[in-house]
């Protein structure tokens, strides 16, 4: 019985050594295909590191075309867009490129004419509700003043040189 327990307790041990060689090769396998792919990976975005400097090229290229449209504007455009608002320029040149017509058409358009004069408006509105933000001078309140609210009310001046002032109109007056 002893020799039967024994050979299963081999079987057993010989089987667990088998199935953990088993397990290191299929581990052995997935980190080689692992480092494979990454090596893969990493020379695929190092040619594509290499390949975009000519890719950004072309993107330079069309803004130097575009401002080279924008300082192609005639002088009959520039002075067009002499008296309109800073702010308003870009959405001129805007719908200008859109039409496909000049600066000076687009302004004359009534679409433009109703935008510009509701933007006007929206100024001066915002610069009229904007008044409550200058601040106000303090103003001196006169010696007769603090001496009538102190014998009225018996309210005295808040700071120490009002109190000064009116203390020496006081004295002035009786001597």
Same mark, same amino acid.
């Given at each position: *019985? ?6 299963? #307790? !081999? ?7 088998? !199935? ?12 080689? =295909? ?12 190092? $040619? =594509?590191? $290499? ?12 803004? #130097? ?7 192609? *504007? ?37 679409? *433009?004419?109703?935008?510009?004069? =509701? ?20 103003? $001196?309140?006169?010696?007769? #003043? ?19 002032? *009116?203390?020496?109109?006081?004295? !002035?007056?009786?001597?």
């Amino acid at each position: *019985m002893e020799n039967i327990t024994e050979n299963e #307790d !081999s079987l057993n041990t010989e089987e667990e050594e088998t !199935s953990k060689n088993d397990e290191q090769e299929t581990d052995e396998k997935d980190y080689k =295909a692992l480092y494979e792919n990454q090596k893969v990976r990493a020379e695929k975005a190092e $040619k =594509a590191l $290499k390949t975009k400097p000519e890719t950004k090229e072309t993107p330079k290229q069309e803004e #130097d075309t575009t401002s080279k449209n924008e300082s192609q *504007m005639s002088l009959k455009d520039i002075r067009a867009l002499n008296d309109v608002h800073d702010d308003d320029v870009d959405d001129i040149l805007d719908y200008a490129e859109y039409k496909k017509i000049s600066p000076a058409e687009a302004k004359k358009t009534p679409a *433009m004419t109703s935008l510009l004069g =509701a933007k006007a408006e929206e100024r001066k509105t915002a610069e009229a509700a904007n008044v409550g933000g200058s601040k106000k001078g303090s103003s $001196k309140i006169s010696v007769s #003043d603090l001496v009538r609210r102190a014998e009225t009310k018996g309210e005295l001046p808040e700071s120490d040189a009002d109190l000064d002032r *009116m203390l020496e109109d006081r004295y !002035s007056i009786k001597s």
